[in-house]
């Protein structure tokens, strides 16, 4: 079976391309693609730059080009949940974009015609997490992630995406990978630790805690790699 990993900075792959040691890089549209192998499975990795448009080129050229089956994303989020402390785990129930805008013609917010407010991320792949999740004894929630193209570090637009979407977390990539994926009809999986509570300490606290929580997400999708291999 063929797996993409994907994540938004090199920081957030890096974990997983040290773990495998050994791969093969491959250019493609002004990223990096790197094909390694992990048991039975084939994993082409990419981190895709930061924000939606160059997540969701990335997500496609995974999928279209290299003919991955399932999509992994790992990286860290800011948390909108107050039970959710730097590092904690959260995986996507469902993905909105919350700076989609077109409520001047009535529409709800993150709403395009033909399109959908929330993404469903498969439930298999969920359950997969689950299991994982009880098997290292680690808390991890499931719960709503909203993305947008912006870094937010500000109380009032995080309570306004709490109030707006119900989301858990947020960060500028799941929802377009969700998208693309959706679309292409590939089961995917959203995997964020947190790194920051997007409030105004939110840039000091991601600086701080972007590689640890970043290690965190991607040694937990390396443990959901051995139950993918052996199934
Ligand atoms: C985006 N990622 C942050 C990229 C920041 C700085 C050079 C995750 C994230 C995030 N996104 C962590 N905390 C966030 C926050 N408070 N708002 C948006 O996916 C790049």
Redesign the pocket.
């Given at each position: 079976m063929k797996i993409a990993i994907m994540g938004?900075?090199v920081e957030e792959i890096e974990p997983l391309l040290k773990f495998l040691g050994d791969y093969e890089t491959i250019k493609v549209a002004g990223n990096t693609y790197y094909k390694a192998t992990y048991k039975d499975l084939e994993l082409i990795i990419a981190y895709s730059k930061?924000g939606k448009v160059f997540a969701s080129l990335t997500a496609s050229t995974m999928i279209e080009k290299f003919g991955a089956e399932k999509l992994l994303f790992s990286?860290?989020?800011?948390a909108i949940n107050p039970k959710l402390k730097i590092g904690d785990l959260i995986a996507a129930t469902s993905l909105c974009q919350h700076d989609l805008d077109i409520t001047a013609f009535g529409h709800p917010f993150g709403y395009v015609p033909e399109g959908k407010v929330f993404i469903q991320s498969d439930k298999t792949l969920l359950g997969i997490a689950k299991e994982v999740a009880s098997d290292l004894d680690r808390e991890l929630l499931e719960g709503i992630i909203a993305t947008g193209d912006?870094?937010?570090?500000d109380e009032s637009r995080k309570n306004w995406i709490s109030d707006t979407f119900g989301a858990d977390a947020?960060?500028?990539?799941g929802a377009s990978v969700a998208v693309v994926c959706d679309a292409l009809e590939v089961p995917f999986f959203i995997l964020r630790a947190i790194?920051?509570s997007?409030d105004m300490d939110?840039g000091f606290s991601?600086e701080e805690f972007l590689e640890t929580s970043a290690k965190e997400s991607a040694d937990f999708v390396i443990c959901m790699l051995d139950k993918l291999a052996t199934k």
């Open positions: 938004a900075m930061i990286g860290v989020a800011g912006q870094f937010v570090a947020l960060e500028m990539e790194s920051d997007a939110a991601f």
